[in-house]
């Protein structure tokens, strides 16, 4: 890892939140608010320091609320100008372990939904409980 570039920079992204983002927050409300039931930070069986950030487990559905910047959004990415080849390559890296990700959980049963930090969430949480209830159908099949 390249040192940082300034002090100022390494507090901002020490305090860069791994869950209970604000837009897993409010996904969380409106999904409670909806009456269901979920569990939060579950781990991803046979994927190590893994874990969906929303999981309907008795469905099979994982919710991620991925963040524009570390998940390279199409609409707002964006790379810090410092140490730019270093963050190429995590950035990179992230993407490719989303699309394990997904592999993996798709290869176990799972249904996967994406959302991004941008998202409208009540938009969010319509796509979510329509896949929600859609594996429910299917499996009471």
């Known amino acids: 890892m390249p040192s940082p570039s300034s002090a100022g920079v390494s507090a901002r992204m020490s305090k860069q ?3 209970d983002t604000m837009p897993e927050i409010l996904l ?4 409670h608010a909806r009456g269901l039931r979920y569990r939060v930070a579950w781990p991803i069986p046979g994927m190590k320091r893994r874990s969906v950030d929303i999981a309907f487990t008795r469905a099979k559905v994982a919710v991620f609320v991925d963040g524009c910047f570390w998940h390279s959004c ?3 990415a964006t790379r810090p100008a410092a140490n730019d080849t270093w963050w190429a390559e995590k950035l990179a890296k992230n993407m490719a372990r989303d699309v394990a ?7 176990t049963g799972w249904r996967v939904v994406r959302i991004w930090e941008h998202e409208d969430p ?3 949480v319509d796509r979510i409980v329509e896949e929600v209830t859609r594996s429910r159908a299917t ?3």
């Open 17 to 19: 939140r791994r869950r």
């Open 139 to 141: 499996s009471d099949q």
């Open 28 to 31: 969380r409300r409106l999904l």
């Open 101 to 107: 990700t997904n592999e993996h959980l798709h290869q």
């Open 74 to 76: 199409p609409e707002h």
């Open 122 to 124: 009540s938009e969010a």
